[in-house]
């Protein structure tokens, strides 16, 4: 039952409710001697934060981060690096009317079944507030894996049925829409459409993807850890999250052998495949492709509109739920799977660093 | 780098290669006291068993399952259970050609990239052989979870555009199918299918839908560990599933709020959902009401056809794969399946009986 | 590269070194439902404070902890405790000189050797101070484990020559002693003994033991982590330690089997042994009677005297070591040892309630 | 409540009880490509075999290994390595009584109290027999800890009150030796002690030390998965162990600061330490000196002689138990011993390979 810890040889443990004190992150086995400075994690922090654009909650937090320990004269030392953020804009009167009752679509119930009882705060630890603690931790992944020379991208690919153009595709306005879509086009349509559904008292789900280029062949373990299993986890424990795909993903379960399979070949003297229907990963492990993956995310439970449900004594009752709620989750969660991917990928990277015996002898031949 | 463990309180470690002596699994933490008799694995091991219709692979196995531990008077002891296959129809010499190339869709490149050279026969560890240890946990924690009440039922959902029919939906049938659908003429049409695309010298895919009942709620845990997170990994860790969803999935993307919200009500008084979009896991935890899954599996890659690919010395090359080999791979894979989701289930529900302090009182007051 | 995390169902992780802005300790995995008030941990924390009496250091430092999160109307809710301790005393310039050099029996050279570099200020995350997450740790484990019945003690044993004299044993007097000795004639020795070691520019070690009572027959696993081998590692974690026994220990290397094997009997209507040479504990698991251990505690490393030593360019020199330390670290790390077994006696009867099938399915058919 | 396996990068997963099938053990995470023999295995096992000299028990195994997967001509592949020994010589039927009652100073109680029931024959898997598994993994990482330099010597230090003369120290006696002493008089003497106490229905203790040379400074963490911590868990975990100690261990609490701090030096060119009271680690990190641990044995409990105890009705009876023992264990255990520390001292060495960033940039600069 301690569900909060990731990873195998970097691990993050976040901590932290919505309406609590302050929310943040350990990130225990980092490699020593990376050049870190606060700015690094401040600007994919500010990527998730509310309250900067017309379609996401109005309610405002700094979500200023401070560095704890783990860092010494600006480099990561190799002890466990700290990272914590205060909650600043609490109002936990908005939420003393849904401690009697079970929200639909949410926690709630969940949590009461398992617990007992529940912070019901703003969503207490079920809150999205949690990712906080993801996205500093992946910061600091997607800084090493830069420097190696691998570049995670991640973006809004659809929001109801409305999809990015791939021709239109200019990964440049990522950060600068309000969706997190690379299609200004899309993007402005996309916002009609949330701005439509939020004045119907409605929400609205979407497609996240994301693109890791660069990544060598050979990465990932080849039966219950596999890169792509491991992938999936860490996608899917983020909150809204209802499927995940590989590649191709669903599209092969209708597709032939014939062509369905990416072919080797050779171009600029690498081994790579001519077409990449299994997004970068074979057998678990990496073949030196791009990996692609897509998140499915549901449409956020809280609405303004009337909803049935029950309270604690068992009645069924109508509730209207007060609070300042985002009406679509996939732009801010575009940051949040990216920095689940640059962890994932980061930690198979190093558990990969033992693959061979001649390794292991080289290492300490040439190291101590 | 040892990823062929899997489980947090009990734990199944497999081992063993396709034309290797033997395969086998080790199960840790099953609780002791459970009857445990030879039949009751190996009635799993033949759901997955080659060799058994005229869409799977000719090849025979016995796959017959020897006890070598932690039973003691058809009793398990607590201790670890190991159970052992030895592998009867190799032959080896089919391979020799496949050792000098990487075959498409296949982990062979994968392999040499990560440890430097791999054993080539019958793909090795990473043959679908190595799912035999997993059935045979798996059919433990089935046993363990039915004298708990909570029934898992998987089965082939579609292959290629042939889907099952909810109304013709016949859930006996499903181990009398050539296909694992529980529908025959769904089943009919995808024979006469597989059987053409076979004759095409092609493979093809399908979907598997994997439906539990009886899970209590409060099972999983919040953050990194939620229980579809730990259904995800679990079942994206075999070989051929490119995607995974719980509940509407895919669908949800598309969906509003006001849609996709389960209202709670009471029904026989107990607390459920009118609806089941979720698909019985809310932030991660289960809400008592059916946990239902579905996984996307690629066609079998290899296929008699020719196909471009390169040899280790990096020239391409067209090559023609012999063997006997699956036109598809999902009836095989549903009990797969099936096993990974018991094991999963019944580890959270062993990680959850401390989720209470009282809990913990009450054992150790009445249990010493 | 991740070994600042512990345990299996409850897990904490700590962070922090000497000289940065904090320290603290998460604890993931805490069964809900427990009352818990600041000043529950407050308590043992200040066990551990320095500048408490006249044999250690003079350093002063409130160490007054937050609680971050995992706290609702002052019950543990089962998600993260995060618990934070600033940093106050923090003379920095102290240690400007030891960054050029090693100091004997400290970690100095170990931590350079592996990481590059190191925060050498008080130590650094080597510094005793990163104990102070450990101690918040055990204080809410030794207080479930009250309410359980299980009861620690832990004191000071001996101080150089000087040993308690069990006739004189007072448990009572184990905080109220400088030492920890619930003995006050030896502690008034050892005072003596120490006080004049430290007008030499000397520093003493001494033994601690810790006893554990009420832990009920059955907890702990067979193999790897017998109880007393997790128990081991616990204790072994703690910096100065250097040896750590169970039951007689040291001393049945000496013994035979006719003297050393505990015959069971009844006693009360209970099994017992009626002697308990081995501690409470046979073939990893409880056997209901005390568990009795002792750890041995080096001399601090720090001394005023000239040492000679290594500088970071491989001169060798002579060094003379300034800063506020302490003369003996007994005392002090007693509140640190309890909590450490508090947390793993803690652990393991957690992991301990699904080893019979049978009180899996009691569970579930009352609880849910 | 699964603590059958050990390690982080690689890990070991022993099975199987005393009479029933088969013992063995899984290797996961073996890095790739060390050639490997049976031989190697074999010679291992060789050392822990039962009925090799007057001094052991007479009962005769001939432990054969069986490789089960994870080598492809005759190098270890990275995937799991499974080996297996089949028990050949049981006799059930000398155990038969024993199902009745508590045999003292052994388990059966505890397996009793927490399993509900045991495998008692031969002790089931608290038998010895389980550390066939630990000596066949040993053996591996022995070798390859070999292949770097590496070399670990485990040895009898002391029988009763009879302790090796350093100045009679040979090494290579120790496996010509019947206790694996290294002093051919010490030898003899202890053979004449053992042989009295057994005629006396009695049995003894004893004393094991480790000697690691070449482990490079900088392997081990800082915390709680200190390299001592984990080596004072796998030593403790071994069946019969009560006590373990590095470096001066017990002694220290006696010494003063300036007795012992070890002082940094410069011998041909490498830094290392004048004096080695601290055992080669330092703030749980290897410094570059030898390791030097120690383990104290408890004679073995099964005695000739008539021993009080209660049998399963909870009465108090008068037992003798009948079987074939080894009048001690420490000179069988030597090899369980050595096994244990290669196998720590590996996984350690292998986690220590990403404890700087520039490490892993240079790893991929050169490998991929």
């Known amino acids: 039952m301690s569900g909060s810890t990731l990873g195998k040889n970097i691990k993050m443990t976040t901590f932290g409710e919505s309406h609590g004190p302050a929310l943040g992150v350990i990130i225990d086995g980092f490699p020593a001697g990376m050049s870190l400075y606060k700015e690094d994690i401040q600007k994919f922090l500010d990527r998730r934060k509310p309250g900067q654009s017309s379609i996401t909650t109005q309610r405002k937090e700094a979500d200023e981060v401070e560095i704890l320990s783990g860092l010494f004269e600006d480099k990561t030392t190799g002890t466990p690096i700290a990272l914590l953020v205060r909650n600043t804009s609490q109002r936990s009167s908005d939420y003393s009317e849904i401690a009697s009752y079970y929200r639909p679509g949410h926690a709630d119930f969940s949590f009461d079944s ?65 969706t ?8 402005k349509r996309a916002v009609e459409y949330i701005t439509k559904c939020r004045a119907e008292k409605d929400s609205v789900g979407g497609v996240i993807e994301i693109v890791i280029k660069g990544v060598p062949a050979g990465i990932g373990d080849p039966v219950f850890d596999k890169l792509d299993a491991e992938l999936a986890k ?31 070949c050779i171009k600029d003297k690498k081994v790579t495949t001519s077409t990449n229907h299994c997004g970068g990963i074979l057998g678990g492990i990496s ?55 640059a962890f994932t990928i980061l930690d198979s990277m190093i558990t990969n660093m033992s693959s061979k015996a001649e390794y292991l002898k080289d290492f300490y031949s040439n190291k101590r």
Chains 1, 2, 3, 4 share one sequence.
């Open 114 to 178: 398992k617990y007992g009882f529940r912070d019901y705060r703003g969503g207490g630890r079920s809150s999205g507030r949690e990712t906080i603690g993801r996205v500093a931790a992946g910061s600091l992944c997607s800084k090493l894996l830069s420097e190696m020379g691998i570049e995670l991208c991640a973006y809004t690919k659809a929001i109801g049925d409305i999809e990015i153009d791939y021709n239109n595709f200019d990964k440049a306005t990522i950060l600068s829409t309000q």
């Open 180 to 187: 997190a879509m690379p299609d200004a086009d899309a993007d």
């Open 234 to 264: 860490a996608i899917m424990s983020v909150g809204a999250v209802k499927a995940v795909e590989i590649g191709d993903g669903i599209k092969v379960s209708r597709s032939k052998g014939s062509e369905n399979n990416d072919s080797f």
């Open 287 to 341: 073949n030196g492709n791009d990996i692609i993956l897509r998140a499915y995310i549901k449409p956020t439970p809280s609405i303004a509109s009337d909803q049935q449900t029950i309270n604690k004594d068992g009645e069924e009752i109508t509730v209207n739920i007060k609070g300042r709620h985002d009406p679509i989750i996939v732009p801010r969660a575009v940051v949040v799977l990216e920095a689940m991917c």
